[in-house]
């Protein structure tokens, strides 16, 4: 297959709207699962989501131009997913199992567009919302994030020339390819890429999946981008993400019922899948809590992602669970995803081996590591950390307590309230650079 002259592609911005999404299959494939669950058994919640750019330095009303952000996100609400893809999500086989998606959820989703948004500016900032129907609003989360980190990427490299292009994008690939080299010396690694939502751009992060596709071969285990996976015949991996349990938890009209949310959730994902897909997030409302009221069924789950706390401690106190609850480790998988860099991966990796199964889901330091590339000096091209996350469900407030408090997400008040009731134990503040 011939490879696109990123550089060329980029300089020849000739055309009047140049899409960045093209297709609603560029999204993350834990999103296409939660959506069957939330249509299936939530079909009358709602539920908003909104932007959160926690790189407050970095002004995005000042870098993106505001026409263009309303150009790009007007034509992902154009787009429907077309026929071959209809066919390839009935027809391929997703983690062993086949038709994964039942025929009338994929009927329903033949017709899905994206609901309208809500825009506005505020000290530098875009208040960007997506309020509606959870079953529609979803769906927003990772092409809005695509979208704005692409533009505010575009934006940083309008001034360059094709040269300075080109420099940059050598050096961006020769920085990737020093990391793949490092993964390929690590016997049995498992990598996969995680980058979608905070990308540098589509074509990079299709070169990418590529690249580590012919650079550390059968340890590239997939992506979590469906239309990639699609595209060259890789696994689309996911399972679910902190959106669930901040819904369920907003819906609670008790305290009994705001601790049992999270367990609620495992019981309802359960009834849908199975097997490799039983992957639990423990640290939405706090690992500790979550480790400590978890029931006895959980410890046969196939594994968790843990995901705020550092990967080698965070690891640690999920094997030290398992083995409470009289369960092999070593049969057990876990899947680290949380800002990871090589020398993390590495350390993670030499600390847990022939300890536990282990995969690495690398996100914005694979297909958004920009820094030091331009041949002029700019930090517009570094990453930021900017999420999309559920602010309310049915009008009630959503909230997010983490394993950094500096990823906790909503209302101040309900932060404290949640807190109250799930405890701050082992709750570390860290540095969140993506």
């Known amino acids: 297959m011939a490879r696109t002259d990123i550089a060329r592609r980029v300089y020849n911005h000739t055309w009047k709207l140049d899409p960045i999404v093209r297709s609603l299959l560029d999204t993350d494939f834990y999103k296409l699962l939660m959506l ?10 709602d539920a908003t989501f909104t932007l959160i750019n926690r ?12 026409g263009e952000l309303r150009e790009q996100l007007d034509h992902a609400r154009t787009l429907r997913f077309s026929k071959k893809e209809m066919i390839w ?31 506005s500016r505020r000290d530098g900032q875009y208040e960007l919302s997506f309020p509606g129907p959870w079953m529609y609003t979803t769906l927003w989360e990772i092409p809005a994030l695509a979208i704005i980190n692409e533009l505010r990427s575009r934006a940083a490299m309008r001034s360059f020339g094709p040269f ?49 596709k012919e650079g550390i071969g059968e340890a590239f285990t997939g992506t979590s981008n469906v239309l990639l996976a699609m595209d060259n015949d890789l696994e689309a991996l996911g399972t679910n993400a902190h959106e669930l349990p901040m819904v369920f938890a907003a819906l ?3 305290e009994m019922e705001l601790r049992e949310a999270p367990y609620k959730v495992l019981q309802d994902w359960q009834r849908y899948y199975g097997g490799n897909l039983l992957i639990v997030l423990p640290d939405t409302f706090g690992t500790a809590a979550f480790l400590r009221d978890a029931p006895d069924w959980i410890a046969d ?13 965070g690891g ?29 991966i590495e350390e993670t990796y030499h600390h847990f081996r022939g300890k536990v199964r282990m995969s690495f889901g690398w996100g914005t330091n694979l297909t958004n590591d ?38 906790a997400t909503g209302d101040e008040k309900e932060i404290k309230r949640y807190l109250k009731i799930f405890g701050e134990k082992d709750r570390v503040e860290q540095l969140v650079k993506v």
């Not at 069957?36 to 919640?45: D, E, F, N, S, T």
């Not at 999920?318 to 949380?338: A, T, V």
């Open 370 to 407: 920009f820094e030091g590339c331009a041949p002029t000096e700019t930090k517009s091209l570094d990453a930021i950390s900017l999420v999309c996350k559920v602010s309310e469900a049915n009008g009630r407030p959503a909230v997010k307590l983490s394993d950094n408090p500096a990823k």
């Open 55 to 66: 790189t407050t330095s970095v002004r995005l009303a000042d870098e993106i131009d505001e």
């Open 164 to 212: 300075a292009l080109d420099v940059l994008y050598a050096r961006a690939k020769a920085k990737m390819w020093a990391k793949t080299e490092r993964l390929k010396a690590l016997p049995g690694i498992r990598i996969s890429d995680f980058g979608t939502r905070r990308r540098h751009s589509f074509l990079w992060q299709r070169w990418c999946v590529e690249a580590l």
């Open 252 to 254: 609670a009209r008790s």
């Open 36 to 45: 069957q669950m939330i249509w299936g058994m939530y079909p009358k919640v």
């Open 316 to 344: 640690e106190k999920i094997l030290s669970w398992w083995r409470e609850k009289g369960k092999d480790p070593k049969q057990k998988l876990l899947i680290f995803s949380d800002g990871l860099e090589v020398e993390t």
């Open 301 to 313: 789950w196939t594994g968790f992602r843990p995901d705020s706390a550092p990967p080698i401690e």
């Open 89 to 119: 999500l009935g027809g391929n086989t997703f983690y062993g199992r086949k038709q994964i998606f039942e025929p009338e959820f994929l009927a329903w989703l033949e017709g899905f567009r994206l609901p309208d948004y809500e825009l």
